[in-house]
């Protein structure tokens, strides 16, 4: 392998590895901004008018949260997916194993994710 390779090979992986930062920022700031929309204020009980919510309030808002964040994990999975599969094309071992390894990562956080923070 020449000095031409390496730096080629470590300046891609470098690019995936800051892409896959930016996709996990970009998800943080989209599911951030889901839940902080200004329907319940407290983050899951109280409306921000005071009062609280109803059933069918509650529920929509739980609805809304979840098909926003299980959204953003789909898109960042398939990304990463497209991803895997190039490298696997190219032979890029290294890339395929860092692009599984951040794959688990959003798997966890989508088995992990609640739509509100319990309290206590």
């Known amino acids: 392998m020449t000095t ?36 319940l204020c407290d983050g899951d009980s109280i409306l921000c ?5 109803s059933p069918a309030q509650w529920q929509a808002e739980m609805t809304f949260r979840s098909t926003v964040a299980y959204s953003s994990f789909t898109v960042m999975a398939l990304i ?13 071992r290294d890339l395929v194993v860092m692009q599984l390894m951040a794959l688990a990562g959003v798997a966890a956080l989508a088995i992990l994710w609640q739509p509100y923070v319990p309290l206590g």
Not at 80 to 92: D, K
Request: glycine fraction near 12%; hydrophobic fraction near 50%; aromatic fraction near 4%.
């Open 4 to 39: 031409d390779d390496l730096t080629r090979r470590t300046v891609t992986g470098a690019a995936v590895l800051m892409g896959d930062v930016a996709l996990f920022v970009a998800m943080r700031f989209v599911i951030g901004r889901a839940r902080g929309r200004g329907v």
């Open 49 to 53: 008018s005071g009062a609280d919510p």
């Open 80 to 92: 990463m997916i497209v991803t895997v599969v190039a490298a696997r094309r190219h032979r890029r």
